[in-house]
Structure formats: structure tokens, C-alpha cells
């Protein structure tokens, strides 16, 4: 199985200012043990450390369609977010989770960006978790370009501390 995230037009990547794409396979773990641990926004800070100031959504920590949240990360005040895809994993398809976060500002503030998660149990029995992450906007350039890349970095980072967390959480 090798499920691939589903773009928004205005989001393609090659076509905005930034992407990153980060993936790893763990074995011993199962999509459905990562899935509440990527999908509880309470938990981010508790395996990833480039996240503050997390605002969940009215209807509780679980992201769903359609929540509005917030949370602050590379240095940005805290970002607007709306989730635009939930699904949990089963066993035949993988979890998808995706949003739009974005904050306002003159051309040299604003930034857009759509953030997309998939995590999937693979026939081999490990757990694939991929996230991918387009970006528009001046500050999303001058990430594109910072070496070392720290939205790559960032981002394995995050992917690295959830497999952990799972891992160490794992029922």
C-alpha cells in the first residue's frame, strides 16, 4: 500500500513557494496506535517541541472536518488553522489528516500553508507516516532557502517524536 496525500489545487506542490515532504516506516507499531496521538492536539507537545500556544478547537482535542484551531510553531505567532481532512485509519485505508493554517499580514508577513498527514499500516507490518507541507507566501521563500532546511528538519523531528511517543504508548 502506498497512499499519496490528496492536493487542493491552489496547493500542488511545485507550484507554491515551499514544500517539504517527510516520511518514515516503523515496524511494531500500527496506524491505529499512532492515530490518537496525531490527531489529539493536546498531545503534539508531549513528543514535539516546536509547537506552542496550542488552541484546540471548541469540540475537543480530537481534529475533525472543519475544526478551527491555533498554534504557534517555527517562530510564528500563533497560526489560524482550519482542519480540511479527518479520517481515521482502518485497516484497508490509511489516516488522513490535513489543514490549512494561515496568518494575515502585508506581502512580507502573510504566509498560507497546507499541512497533510497519512499514516498506514503497509503489508510488510510496519507503520508508514508521511507529512507533506506546501507553503505561500515571503516568509515560506526565505524557509525554502535557509540552510540547514529547518522545515525539513522540523518536520522529521515531529514525525520521529510521534513514532516514539506511540511506540512508548503502544497498548
Not at 507529512?131 to 524557509?143: R, Y
Request: glycine share 6%.
Amino acid at each position: 500500500m502506498s497512499s499519496h496525500i490528496l492536493w487542493p489545487q491552489k496547493y500542488l506542490p511545485g507550484t507554491t513557494d515551499n514544500f517539504v515532504s517527510n516520511e518514515i516506516f516503523v515496524k511494531g507499531l500500527t496506524a491505529e496506535q499512532v492515530w490518537p496521538y496525531l490527531n489529539n492536539i493536546t498531545k503534539w507537545d508531549s513528543y514535539y517541541n516546536n509547537v506552542a500556544e496550542i488552541t484546540p478547537p471548541s469540540s475537543g482535542p480530537a481534529l475533525e472536518k472543519g475544526d478551527k484551531f491555533s498554534f504557534s510553531t517555527f517562530g510564528f505567532p500563533p497560526l489560524q488553522s482550519e482542519v480540511w481532512e479527518s479520517v481515521a485509519p482502518s485497516p484497508t485505508t490509511p489516516g488522513r489528516l490535513a489543514w490549512r493554517a494561515w496568518q494575515d499580514g502585508d506581502e512580507d508577513s502573510a504566509i498560507d500553508v497546507y499541512h497533510a498527514w497519512l499514516v498506514e499500516d503497509t503489508d510488510w507490518g510496519a507503520v508508514r507516516i508521511l507529512t507533506q507541507e506546501t507553503q505561500i507566501g515571503k516568509p515560506a521563500a526565505q524557509l525554502a532557502v535557509t540552510r540547514p532546511n529547518r522545515m525539513l528538519n522540523g518536520h522529521q523531528d515531529w514525525l520521529d517524536g510521534l513514532a516514539s511517543f506511540a511506540k512508548a504508548n503502544a497498548k
